[in-house]
């Protein structure tokens, strides 16, 4: 970061500024990523004056079987390109390839592409990332991927998260498909667990949000989304709450699982930006009981 980004920022939004001149002054969001998730954007919440309340809906973990992703590691070589498509995937990957006493060096012959933010991760993992695509999707992985040459017939790793009692959101099955279609030879392979939470932990805030105490639901994921159906009786469990979503991508699910989807983040490279876009949903007048 630059220190006239720094100072952008710090003139956006001053630490010292009274709450109740902030936007989100007063609004609790229901913040329903994974814990691993949740605190960065709690963090940006509260940047804006919101009160966050935490109620991931689906959790990331380890694996438990490692077959498939160790095979893959063991002809790592074999692969022109990986294409990570969230940070849990980046951790998971290299922390395995360490559990396994495998050199991070091995990876450097292939070409490795991440997502807005979590291309600091991969490259602090490995020292290099090869593609950050001008739109932080997987569309944009595609869409930047057809421009470079000779790359049908290129192989292609996706370390991708194996969805456990849920529906699997269509993200990387699409993102599959697409790739297949420029050419190239693809091969997914489970790196960990995504899994839906139980219900019963959040009586608490479940019955603020029927309460109307809930002011926004904000959704960083169509997996999020899915679980939090799960939790719920009906839509008149959360019909008064503003509903969130983090990029166009989990908006269009969260709509067809039949959600009125109030606030989209144009800036999906970051929960900063998605923090903004519920924030600029409230006019500051409207913040000042």
Not at 11 to 27: A, H, V
Not at 82 to 89: A, L
Not at 121 to 129: E, M, N, P, Q, T
């Amino acid at each position: 970061m630059t220190d006239k980004q720094m100072h952008t920022q710090s003139t956006e939004i001053n630490p010292l500024t009274p709450s109740r001149k902030l936007p989100l002054y007063g609004k609790r969001i229901l913040v329903t990523a994974p814990r691993n998730y949740a605190f960065r954007l709690s963090e940006q919440i509260i940047k804006q004056g919101g009160l966050p309340v935490l109620m991931p809906t689906i959790e990331t973990c380890y694996l438990s079987n490692y077959t498939k992703l160790d095979t893959a590691l063991e002809r790592i070589d074999e692969f022109d390109w990986i294409v990570f498509t969230s940070r849990n995937g980046i951790t998971a990957f290299f922390q395995r390839m360490n559990d396994l006493n495998i050199p991070v060096s091995v990876v450097q012959k292939c070409q490795l592409c991440a997502l807005g933010e979590d291309a600091e991760s991969l490259s602090s993992f490995c020292g290099k990332v090869d593609l950050i695509p001008t739109e932080s999707s997987p569309a944009g992985i595609v869409a930047d991927l057809a421009k470079l040459p000779q790359i049908h017939d290129k192989k292609v790793l996706i370390p991708a998260p194996e969805v456990v009692g849920l529906p699997e959101p269509d993200i990387v099955p699409n993102l599959i498909t697409d790739l297949q279609k420029l050419g190239m030879k693809v091969t997914r392979v489970p790196t960990y667990i995504t899994q839906g939470l139980d219900k019963n932990i959040y009586s608490i805030e479940l019955n603020l949000m029927r309460q109307a105490m809930i002011n926004v639901i904000a959704f960083s994921s169509t997996a999020e989304v899915e679980s939090f159906l799960t939790m719920v009786n009906s839509q008149s469990d959360y019909e008064r709450c503003i509903i969130a979503c983090f990029g166009p991508y989990t908006t269009a699910n969260a709509q067809k699982l039949g959600m009125n989807v109030s606030i989209v983040s144009k800036d999906y490279s970051s929960f900063e930006g998605f923090a903004e876009a519920i924030a600029a949903f409230f006019p500051l007048t409207s913040s000042s009981h």
